[in-house]
C-alpha cells in the first residue's frame, strides 16, 4: 500500500470522531435552539404577566388619585360621571371608570349610561367591602360585554367607613391584542379565568373556543391552574395540530384568577431549528470533502503525521495522563513497532497507578477505623469516670433519700440513666477493641444450638428461621457472652429489615482464608477460622450504605429506633477476638454478614478458675486507693470508709510508692490501670510487691485494650470495670482481701 494511500486512510479514520462529535454539536445545537424556543415561549408569558401586573399597579395609583379628588366626593351625579368621562379620554386602556355606592349600586360612570346597575353578586365588590387595598377579577364587563379586568378600590373616610368603590375595567381584548403583535404574531396569546372561561381567544385558524366560551375539563386548564407549574404542555387539536404552551408564573395575576397562556404551533417552534441543522450538515460535508482533497493533494509531505502521533501521546504521558494511547491502525516497520510498545508501556503505568490507588483506598479505610477507636475509646473511658462517681453518689442519694419516696425515685432513676450510660459505653469500648473480655474455649456449633431458641424468640412467625452448622467446628477462644450479643445484634437487624416476612439462615463452618479474601477494611487475613454466618432476605443495602455499615453511631433506622452501636460493637469485638468480619448486601437482595474467629490447635484448657466466695461486704482493712481523677478518687474514698475500711489516697503511682515507703499498715492496694505520668497500674503494682511482698492487689478502669497481666506474686489479676456499684466495688474488696497469695 503506498504511502499516500495510507496517509488517506489514517486521515479518513480520524475524521470520523472529530466529524461524529461536530454532527453530534449540530444536533446539540437543534436541540438547544428548540429549548431556547420554548423558553422564549414562557419569557413572553411571564413579560406579558409583568406588564399586566404593571398596569395594575398603575391604576392603583390612578385609584388613590381621583378618591381624594373633590370632583368624585359629590353626590351630583352628573357632575361626577363627566369627571370620570374625562379621566377615561386620559386612559383609553380602560372600558369604563365608575362608582359604586356601599350598597352594591351603580352611582356614576365613564360612559355616561345613566344605567341602573346592582353589583352585590360580583365577587370583586364582595372583597372590596372588606377590604383596604385594590382587589382585581377578570370578568364580562355588563355595560361593555367586553372581557375586561375589574380593579375596584374601596374609598373610606377617616373614620374607617366605607364611602364608595371606585372601578376601573381594564381591556384585556385590547391589551391582548398590544402583545399580540408586538410578538410579531408568531405567537397566539390567551386569557382565561379559573374556571376555564375564554376571556381573550387566539387569532389563529387552528383555535375553536370563542370568547366566553369554556375549556373546563380540558389539558390546557389543567395546565395552567395545576399548582407543580410544569414549564409546557402541548395539545393537539382535532385536526392533528399541535400547539405548545407556557403559562405565566405571576403569583399575583394567578391570585386574581386569571391565567395567561402564550403559545405557538410545534412545527414552526422546530422548524427554525431544523433549517439550520440541515444548513450546518451541508457545510460539515463540504468542508470534509474539501479537507479530504487537501490531504491527497499533500499526501507526500505527510509522513510527519505519524511522527506527530507519537509526540502527541509522549506529551500527554509526560502530563501524567496514562490513559493516553495511540489508537490503530499503526503502520508496519518501527514507526508501528515503537506506537506498540508506547502503548504497552502506558498500559502498565496505569496498571501500577490504578495498584497503588488501591492500596491507598484500603490503607485509608483501615487508618479510619483505627482512628474512630482510639477516639471513642478514649470518649468512653473518660465517661465511664463519669458514670461511676453519678452511680455512686446517686446510691448514696437514693440510701439518704429513703423516706422520701419521690426524692428516693430520683435517686433511682439517676443510677437507672448511669446504668444505660455504662451500656453505652460498653458498646463504645466494643467497638474500640478495648473492652475486657472473658475468653473460653468453646464449640461455637454447640453454644449456637444452645442460642437457638433465644435466637428465634425476637423473629416472630412471619420470618423463616434455618441453622445449618457443622457438627465439628474446631474450637475457638472467645467471649460467650460477647458473641450472644453480638449474634442477637445481628439478627435483630435482620429482623428490622424483613418487615414483611422473609428467611433467616444462621451458618457455622470450618473455613481457610487465603491472601485473596479480604476484610471489611479490604485486608487479607489469611489463616484458618470457624466462620459464624448470618443470612436475610431483606432490603439489602446499597454500596455507600454498607461502605459506613460498621462505623459507630451510624444508622438508617428512624430517630429513636437505633444508636447506630449494633454492628460497630459487633465489629469491635470480632477484631479483639482475632478475628475478621465480611459484608455482603446488596439492595433487594438481602445482606449477609459472616464473622470469622481463629480456629485453635491445641485442646481446650480443662482447669477452671476457681469460685470467688465472698465472706462480707465490710471489712476494716488500711486500703491504699491510687486514681488521677478527683471526682472518682473522693467517690471511692467515701464509698471505702462508709464500709469501715481505713483508706489512704494518691492521685500517681509515684506518689503511691511514696506512700507505701512511708506507711507499714496496709493491707491492699486499689489502683486504676491508665493512668498519666509515664506509670501505668500494673507497673505500680509490680514495685508495690517489690517494697511489700504480702500486698493484695484489685484493678478498676473505664476500658482495657489488652488483658491486664499481674505482677508475679498476686495470681490472677482482678479488675473492677467502672462504672461499679457500692456492692460490687465490696464484694470485689473481700474477695481480694480474702484470696491468698501464690
Given at each position: 500500500?503506498?504511502?499516500?494511500?495510507?496517509l488517506?486512510?489514517?486521515?479518513?479514520?480520524?475524521?470520523?470522531?472529530?466529524?461524529?462529535?461536530?454532527?453530534?454539536?449540530?444536533?446539540?445545537?437543534?436541540?438547544?435552539?428548540?429549548?431556547?424556543?420554548?423558553?422564549?415561549?414562557?419569557?413572553?408569558?411571564?413579560?406579558?404577566?409583568?406588564?399586566?401586573?404593571?398596569?395594575?399597579q398603575?391604576?392603583?395609583?390612578?385609584?388613590?388619585?381621583?378618591?381624594?379628588?373633590?370632583?368624585?366626593?359629590?353626590?351630583?351625579?352628573?357632575?361626577?360621571?363627566?369627571?370620570?368621562?374625562?379621566?377615561?379620554?386620559?386612559?383609553?386602556?380602560?372600558?369604563g371608570?365608575?362608582?359604586?355606592?356601599?350598597?352594591?349600586s351603580?352611582?356614576c360612570?365613564?360612559?355616561?349610561?345613566?344605567?341602573?346597575?346592582?353589583?352585590?353578586?360580583?365577587?370583586?365588590?364582595?372583597?372590596a367591602?372588606?377590604?383596604?387595598?385594590?382587589?382585581?377579577?377578570?370578568?364580562?364587563?355588563?355595560?361593555?360585554?367586553?372581557?375586561?379586568?375589574?380593579?375596584?378600590?374601596?374609598?373610606?373616610?377617616?373614620?374607617?367607613?366605607?364611602?364608595?368603590?371606585?372601578?376601573?375595567s381594564?381591556?384585556?381584548?385590547?391589551?391582548?391584542?398590544?402583545h399580540?403583535?408586538?410578538?410579531?404574531?408568531?405567537?397566539?396569546?390567551?386569557?382565561?379565568?379559573?374556571?376555564?372561561?375564554?376571556?381573550?381567544?387566539?387569532?389563529?385558524?387552528?383555535?375553536?373556543?370563542?370568547?366566553?366560551?369554556?375549556i373546563?375539563?380540558?389539558?390546557?386548564?389543567?395546565?395552567?391552574?395545576?399548582?407543580?407549574?410544569?414549564?409546557?404542555?402541548?395539545?393537539?387539536?382535532?385536526?392533528?395540530?399541535?400547539?405548545?404552551?407556557?403559562?405565566?408564573?405571576s403569583?399575583?395575576?394567578?391570585?386574581?384568577?386569571?391565567f395567561?397562556?402564550?403559545?405557538?404551533?410545534?412545527?414552526?417552534?422546530?422548524?427554525a431549528?431544523?433549517?439550520?441543522?440541515?444548513?450546518?450538515?451541508?457545510?460539515?460535508?463540504?468542508?470534509?470533502?474539501?479537507?479530504?482533497?487537501?490531504v491527497?493533494?499533500?499526501?507526500?509531505?505527510?509522513?510527519?503525521?505519524?511522527?506527530?502521533?507519537?509526540?502527541?501521546?509522549?506529551?500527554?504521558?509526560?502530563?501524567?495522563?496514562?490513559?493516553?494511547?495511540?489508537?490503530?491502525?499503526?503502520?508496519?516497520?518501527?514507526?508501528?513497532?515503537?506506537?506498540?510498545?508506547?502503548?504497552?508501556?502506558?498500559?502498565?503505568?496505569?496498571?501500577?497507578?490504578?495498584?497503588?490507588a488501591?492500596?491507598?483506598?484500603?490503607?485509608?479505610?483501615?487508618?479510619?477505623?483505627?482512628?474512630?477507636?482510639?477516639?471513642?475509646?478514649?470518649?468512653?473511658?473518660?465517661?465511664?469516670?463519669?458514670?461511676?462517681?453519678?452511680?455512686?453518689?446517686?446510691?448514696?442519694?437514693?440510701?439518704?433519700?429513703?423516706?422520701?419516696?419521690?426524692?428516693?425515685r430520683?435517686a433511682?432513676?439517676?443510677?437507672?440513666?448511669?446504668?444505660?450510660?455504662?451500656?453505652?459505653?460498653?458498646?463504645?469500648?466494643?467497638?474500640?477493641?478495648?473492652?475486657?473480655?472473658?475468653?473460653?474455649?468453646?464449640?461455637?456449633?454447640?453454644?449456637?444450638?444452645?442460642?437457638?431458641?433465644?435466637?428465634?424468640?425476637?423473629?416472630?412467625?412471619?420470618?423463616?428461621?434455618?441453622?445449618?452448622l457443622?457438627p465439628?467446628?474446631?474450637?475457638?477462644?472467645?467471649?460467650?457472652?460477647?458473641?450472644?450479643?453480638?449474634?442477637?445484634?445481628?439478627?435483630?437487624?435482620?429482623?428490622?429489615?424483613?418487615?414483611?416476612?422473609g428467611?433467616?439462615?444462621?451458618?457455622?463452618?470450618?473455613?481457610?482464608?487465603?491472601?485473596s479474601?479480604?476484610?471489611?477494611?479490604?485486608?487479607?487475613?489469611?489463616?484458618?477460622?470457624?466462620?459464624?454466618?448470618?443470612?436475610?432476605t431483606?432490603?439489602?443495602?446499597?454500596?455507600?450504605?454498607?461502605?459506613?455499615?460498621?462505623?459507630?453511631?451510624?444508622?438508617?433506622?428512624?430517630?429513636?429506633?437505633?444508636?447506630?452501636?449494633?454492628?460497630?460493637?459487633?465489629?469491635?469485638?470480632?477484631?479483639?477476638?482475632?478475628?475478621?468480619?465480611?459484608?455482603?448486601?446488596?439492595?433487594?437482595?438481602?445482606?449477609?454478614?459472616?464473622?470469622?474467629?481463629?480456629?485453635?490447635?491445641?485442646?481446650?484448657?480443662?482447669?477452671?478458675?476457681?469460685?470467688?466466695?465472698?465472706?462480707?461486704?465490710?471489712?476494716?482493712?488500711?486500703?491504699?486507693?491510687?486514681?488521677?481523677?478527683?471526682?472518682?478518687?473522693?467517690?471511692v474514698?467515701?464509698?471505702?470508709?462508709?464500709?469501715?475500711?481505713?483508706?489512704?489516697?494518691?492521685?500517681?503511682?509515684?506518689?503511691?510508692?511514696?506512700?507505701?515507703?512511708?506507711?507499714?499498715?496496709?493491707?491492699?492496694?486499689f489502683?486504676?490501670?491508665?493512668?498519666?505520668?509515664?506509670?501505668?497500674?500494673?507497673?505500680?503494682?509490680?514495685?508495690?510487691?517489690?517494697?511489700?511482698?504480702?500486698?493484695?492487689?484489685?484493678?478498676?478502669?473505664?476500658?482495657?485494650?489488652?488483658?491486664v497481666?499481674?505482677?508475679?506474686?498476686?495470681?490472677?489479676?482482678?479488675?473492677?470495670?467502672k462504672?461499679?456499684?457500692?456492692?460490687?466495688?465490696?464484694?470485689?474488696?473481700?474477695?481480694?482481701?480474702?484470696?491468698?497469695?501464690?
Amino acid at each position: 500500500m503506498s504511502l499516500r494511500t495510507r496517509l488517506l486512510i489514517l486521515v479518513i479514520a480520524a475524521m470520523l470522531v472529530p466529524a461524529s462529535l461536530v454532527g453530534l454539536r449540530f444536533v446539540q445545537n437543534r436541540s438547544s435552539e428548540i429549548n431556547a424556543a420554548l423558553a422564549n415561549l414562557a419569557a413572553s408569558a411571564d413579560d406579558i404577566a409583568s406588564d399586566l401586573s404593571e398596569k395594575i399597579q398603575g391604576t392603583a395609583q390612578l385609584h388613590y388619585g381621583l378618591a381624594r379628588a373633590r370632583d368624585l366626593d359629590t353626590r351630583d351625579k352628573a357632575a361626577c360621571s363627566a369627571f370620570l368621562s374625562d379621566v377615561r379620554e386620559e386612559y383609553p386602556q380602560f372600558t369604563g371608570i365608575l362608582t359604586i355606592d356601599p350598597d352594591g349600586s351603580l352611582f356614576c360612570d365613564s360612559l355616561r349610561t345613566n344605567r341602573t346597575l346592582d353589583l352585590r353578586d360580583r365577587a370583586y365588590f364582595k372583597q372590596a367591602l372588606v377590604s383596604r387595598s385594590v382587589v382585581v377579577e377578570p370578568v364580562f364587563g355588563r355595560l361593555t360585554g367586553i372581557s375586561v379586568l375589574q380593579i375596584a378600590y374601596p374609598v373610606r373616610s377617616e373614620a374607617g367607613a366605607l364611602k364608595l368603590v371606585l372601578l376601573a375595567s381594564f381591556n384585556l381584548r385590547k391589551f391582548a391584542e398590544y402583545h399580540h403583535k408586538r410578538l410579531l404574531a408568531e405567537k397566539d396569546v390567551l386569557l382565561i379565568d379559573a374556571k376555564g372561561t375564554v376571556l381573550v381567544a387566539p387569532s389563529t385558524a387552528g383555535w375553536t373556543a370563542p370568547v366566553g366560551a369554556s375549556i373546563a375539563g380540558s389539558d390546557l386548564l389543567r395546565f395552567a391552574t395545576a399548582p407543580d407549574q410544569k414549564a409546557f404542555q402541548e395539545v393537539t387539536d382535532r385536526d392533528g395540530r399541535t400547539q405548545v404552551w407556557a403559562v405565566a408564573h405571576s403569583p399575583s395575576i394567578r391570585d386574581a384568577g386569571l391565567f395567561i397562556l402564550v403559545g405557538r404551533s410545534k412545527d414552526g417552534l422546530v422548524a427554525a431549528a431544523n433549517r439550520r441543522l440541515y444548513e450546518d450538515m451541508a457545510i460539515l460535508a463540504v468542508a470534509l470533502l474539501l479537507l479530504l482533497a487537501g490531504v491527497w493533494i499533500l499526501a507526500t509531505v505527510s509522513v510527519g503525521r505519524q511522527v506527530g502521533r507519537l509526540a502527541s501521546m509522549a506529551k500527554r504521558l509526560g502530563l501524567g495522563d496514562l490513559s493516553a494511547r495511540i489508537p490503530p491502525p499503526h503502520p508496519r516497520g518501527e514507526l508501528g513497532g515503537l506506537m506498540t510498545l508506547l502503548n504497552g508501556t502506558a498500559e502498565s503505568l496505569e496498571q501500577q497507578r490504578a495498584a497503588i490507588a488501591d492500596l491507598n483506598q484500603k490503607l485509608s479505610q483501615s487508618q479510619k477505623m483505627e482512628a474512630m477507636g482510639q477516639l471513642t475509646g478514649g470518649v468512653a473511658h473518660d465517661f465511664n469516670n463519669l458514670l461511676t462517681v453519678i452511680l455512686g453518689n446517686s446510691e448514696h442519694l437514693a440510701d439518704r433519700l429513703a423516706g422520701n419516696k419521690e426524692l428516693h425515685r430520683i435517686a433511682g432513676d439517676i443510677a437507672t440513666a448511669a446504668e444505660r450510660g455504662s451500656d453505652l459505653t460498653r458498646s463504645l469500648l466494643a467497638f474500640a477493641r478495648k473492652q475486657p473480655l472473658r475468653p473460653r474455649d468453646i464449640d461455637i456449633s454447640e453454644k449456637i444450638q444452645e442460642m437457638e431458641a433465644l435466637l428465634r424468640r425476637p423473629l416472630g412467625e412471619h420470618i423463616e428461621c434455618a441453622f445449618v452448622l457443622e457438627p465439628d467446628v474446631g474450637l475457638t477462644s472467645v467471649d460467650p457472652g460477647q458473641l450472644t450479643t453480638a449474634l442477637l445484634n445481628l439478627v435483630l437487624n435482620a429482623r428490622d429489615v424483613m418487615q414483611l416476612g422473609g428467611k433467616l439462615t444462621i451458618e457455622a463452618r470450618n473455613v481457610s482464608l487465603g491472601e485473596s479474601d479480604l476484610d471489611i477494611n479490604a485486608e487479607p487475613r489469611p489463616g484458618d477460622y470457624v466462620m459464624v454466618a448470618v443470612t436475610d432476605t431483606g432490603s439489602g443495602m446499597t454500596a455507600e450504605v454498607a461502605s459506613r455499615a460498621f462505623e459507630p453511631f451510624f444508622t438508617t433506622k428512624e430517630v429513636g429506633k437505633g444508636t447506630g452501636l449494633g454492628l460497630s460493637m459487633v465489629y469491635g469485638f470480632v477484631r479483639q477476638s482475632g478475628g475478621l468480619v465480611q459484608m455482603q448486601s446488596a439492595p433487594r437482595q438481602g445482606s449477609t454478614v459472616r464473622l470469622f474467629f481463629p480456629r485453635l490447635a491445641a485442646p481446650p484448657n480443662e482447669d477452671a478458675s476457681p469460685a470467688e466466695g465472698i465472706v462480707t461486704r465490710e471489712g476494716s482493712e488500711t486500703i491504699l486507693v491510687v486514681e488521677d481523677d478527683d471526682m472518682v478518687r473522693t467517690y471511692v474514698e467515701s464509698e471505702l470508709k462508709a464500709l469501715g475500711y481505713r483508706v489512704i489516697t494518691a492521685a500517681s503511682g509515684p506518689a503511691a510508692l511514696d506512700l507505701l515507703r512511708q506507711s507499714a499498715d496496709i493491707d491492699l492496694l486499689f489502683t486504676d490501670v491508665v493512668m498519666p505520668g509515664g506509670m501505668f497500674g500494673p507497673e505500680l503494682a509490680r514495685q508495690a510487691i517489690q517494697l511489700r511482698p504480702g500486698l493484695k492487689v484489685l484493678f478498676t478502669s473505664g476500658y482495657s485494650q489488652n488483658p491486664v497481666k499481674a505482677p508475679d506474686g498476686i495470681g490472677d489479676a482482678r479488675i473492677l470495670t467502672k462504672p461499679f456499684r457500692r456492692r460490687d466495688l465490696a464484694a470485689m474488696l473481700r474477695s481480694a482481701l480474702s484470696t491468698p497469695q501464690r
